[in-house]
């Protein structure tokens, strides 16, 4: 008779660990709770924690020093270089929009469909938070309310390939890699238009509504490139001008 094997305790708790980080629970590069108290919360030894993670740090979804143990942020050791590689490039800017239209529209008619009342709550509170971001003037705090709800359609779209994608897009997104989005709400009368098109989607999803979901961010993401090219254009428009005014630091007297 084969003897039945009881799966490791390391192993169940690698595996729960895991299935966090997949499911966009536990986040790239956020640090995990101390040992001992990590311990407490899952009910099981040190020593069987500390082997549940050696092995997820083994296998590069954690990564550990003295410091802490964090989610490895394991797509930017592709995504950091190809962005940069991209950095003012007014073809992959076009590129970068391109790609956002695809995965958005369909990510916010899954995030209709899909949405559990936990998300949808949630998306209410992010256009609460946009509200009051706005009335405030402040670019800073609509910019990130507006990358916040964009991760949390996509966490109600509930595809996790997607999710983890999109996530370290919006990372580079922060770090102004494709196009700078402060420039974006300082131009005159975007701030209300790009107010008016999230609530439409959020509104949408919250809905339940997946055809409206769908235009509503197809018709948000054509916006941001259209006002993002008609920036660069005036930002080139205005470097050859200057260029002009000194045409004469080129010539001989």
Known sequence: MLAVRTPKIADAIAAHIEKLILEGTLRPGEKLAPERDLAVKLDVSRPSLRE???RLVRRGLLTSS???????EFLAPILVPLANLYRDNQQASADYFEFRL?????AARDAAVRATDVEREAIRTCLKDMRKAHKLA????EAEADVNLHMLVYEAGHNFVVL????????????NIFFN???LYLKAGVRDQLLCQHIE??????????????????????FVFDT????????NRLKTSQMRAKRGDFLAD
């Open 181 to 183: 989005r402060e420039n």
């Open 164 to 175: 983890h994608v999109m996530r370290a897009m919006s990372e580079l997104l922060r770090n």
């Open 201 to 222: 989607i959020g509104e949408a999803v919250i809905a339940g509504d997946p055809e409206r979901a769908e235009k509503a961010a197809g018709d948000h993401i054509r």
């Open 52 to 54: 549940g993670i050696d």
């Open 66 to 72: 003295k410091s802490g143990t964090y989610v490895a």
């Open 228 to 235: 993002v090219s008609e920036i660069q254009r005036a930002t």
């Open 138 to 141: 402040d670019c800073g705090q």
């Open 102 to 106: 695809c995965v958005e529209a369909h």
